[in-house]
Nanobody, 128 residues
Framework: QVQLVESGGGLVQAGGSLRLSCAAS????????MAWFRQVPGNERAFVAA????????KYADSGKGRFTISRDNAKNTLYLQMNSLKPEDTAVYYC?????????????????????WGQGTQVTVSS
């Protein structure tokens, strides 16, 4: 089993930045593609960004493209999401997820069904 714990959320003004972290435990962490999703009450959990096993390939949803950067440090078993130029519509609970796949080439890594392990989430609130 892989366990994931998110941190780094908080309250920030529009235009500000936050860096989310996801600490992972499990021997196969470095072999898994990983992702960030976000969810607002009343809405479906939405894809934000994904990264392959090595960190060399990434995918982004249009909502965060150009503002968000996903990265990973396999030596530290940690996934990151750098969020810049934050907008009020970025307000959500952000979740870290680990996939059964190693690659982000498959379309499944942009959807919920591509992931087997989830963290509990961290709240991000962007004020206007």
């Amino acid at each position: 089993q892989v366990q994931l714990v998110e941190s780094g959320g908080g309250l920030v003004q529009a235009g500000g930045s936050l860096r989310l972290s996801c600490a992972a435990s499990g021997r196969t962490f470095s072999n898994n593609a990983m992702a960030w999703f976000r969810q607002v009450p009343g809405n479906e959990r939405a894809f934000v960004a994904a990264i392959n096993w090595s960190g060399e390939r990434t995918k982004y949803a249009d909502s965060g493209k150009g503002r968000f950067t996903i990265s990973r440090d396999n030596a530290k078993n940690t996934l990151y999401l750098q969020m810049n130029s934050l907008k009020p519509e970025d307000t959500a609970v952000y979740y870290c997820a680990a996939s059964r796949y190693t690659s982000v080439a498959t379309s499944a890594t942009m959807t919920l069904n591509g992931y087997d392990y989830w963290g509990q989430g961290t709240q991000v609130t962007v004020s206007s």
